[in-house]
């Protein structure tokens, strides 16, 4: 199949989106978020003043747009004692903080952090400014692994390091949505183990067991099979073998790892030993996009993550 972040790429010049970059004193950055509008992929707004570019910038300074994020940021958080004179100093304190809640309030579509920043950062900012997806409960990741015959997705690979199987049942829902999202593809999930419909017996296969149930109650029409292993799950000769029944094994273009050690070893060994390109970790399960990177990010990945962001954002409400 074609290359995906290429048929992305044009998919957000044929509906561009406003993207915010709230670290901009990163020098990678600055060139991603220049290389983004260059190529005409949408708009790359700053946080804060970038000496000697072009692109458009918010900062503090701006006090109508200061007064709107705090309001907003009060809304979100009166409950834990949120005021408005503290959600001000919150948000001249923290741009990955006013990045998201430049999302919220509808100024860009879409948020992308985490050069710096750490993924813990970058996800409390999009709780406390954007939130949760309606209906669900948990803010996870996903990997879009492109090989060069096809795209998997693979999650979750750098938020939740022991789902429960309720959790690990929305991520697979989630990384489900998404892949459909960015692929066009019909997603077809495995729930992986190290066991096949039973060959073993222990608590943590259960886990993946009772992870089936859970998905299947939230999204009844999607093609969602465990407890598989992996080659199982990938190779239709093992799956004739092992899993003749099921609806996804050798099939299977999303991979849902039972936790978070097999998940990130699972997506740097494909990205490593089978030559992938690894895009991500792509933040799940937020209203609207707020996009984290790896801080070893060149400005190549973090234009490619600002295009995912608009894709996504194109699918928001």
Do not use: W
């Not at 970059?21 to 700053?46: C, K």
């Not at 943590?204 to 598989?228: C, S």
């Not at 707020?290 to 990945?301: F, Q, V």
């Not at 234009?303 to 962001?309: Q, Y």
């Amino acid at each position: 199949m074609p290359n995906v972040i290429e048929q992305l790429h044009e998919r957000a010049k044929a509906n561009p989106k406003r993207i915010v970059f709230p670290e901009s004193q990163d020098p990678r950055v600055i060139d991603a978020a220049t290389e983004f509008e260059r190529l005409g992929l949408g708009t790359a707004v700053f946080v804060g003043d970038v000496a000697g570019s072009l692109l458009e910038t918010v900062t503090v300074s701006n006090q109508a747009m200061l007064d709107q994020c705090a309001q907003q940021l009060f809304e979100n958080r009166k409950h834990k004692g949120m005021t408005v004179e503290l959600a001000c100093e919150a948000i001249a304190e923290n741009p990955l903080l006013f990045g998201s809640l430049l999302v919220r309030t509808g100024f860009v579509d879409g948020s992308v952090a985490g050069s710096i920043a750490t993924t813990a950062s970058v996800i409390r900012a999009g709780l406390y400014g954007v939130g949760p997806l309606p209906g669900r409960k948990l803010v996870s990741s996903f990997f879009l692994m492109q090989l060069p015959d096809r795209a998997l997705t693979y999650a979750d690979c750098g938020v939740v390091p022991d789902p429960t199987a309720e959790q690990l049942g929305e991520i697979a829902v989630t990384a489900a949505e998404n892949h459909q999202l960015l692929t066009c593809e019909s997603p077809k999930v495995a729930l992986l183990s190290y066991s096949t419909k039973g060959s073993a017996h222990h608590p943590r296969i259960d886990k993946v067991r009772q992870a089936l149930k859970h998905a299947r109650q939230m999204a009844p029409d999607l093609a969602i099979d465990g407890e598989l292993q992996f080659d199982a799950a990938f190779v239709p000769q093992v799956a004739q073998k092992k899993a003749p029944d099921s609806p996804v094994a050798g099939q299977a273009n999303v991979f849902v790892f039972p936790d978070l050690d097999s998940g990130n070893i699972a997506y740097k060994i494909t990205e490593r030993l089978a030559g992938a390109q690894a895009m991500g970790p792509l933040v799940q399960g937020l209203a609207k996009p707020c996009m984290d990177l790896s801080r070893g990010c060149s400005p190549k990945d973090i234009v490619d993550v600002a295009v995912i962001a608009s894709i996504l954002a194109q699918n928001v409400g």
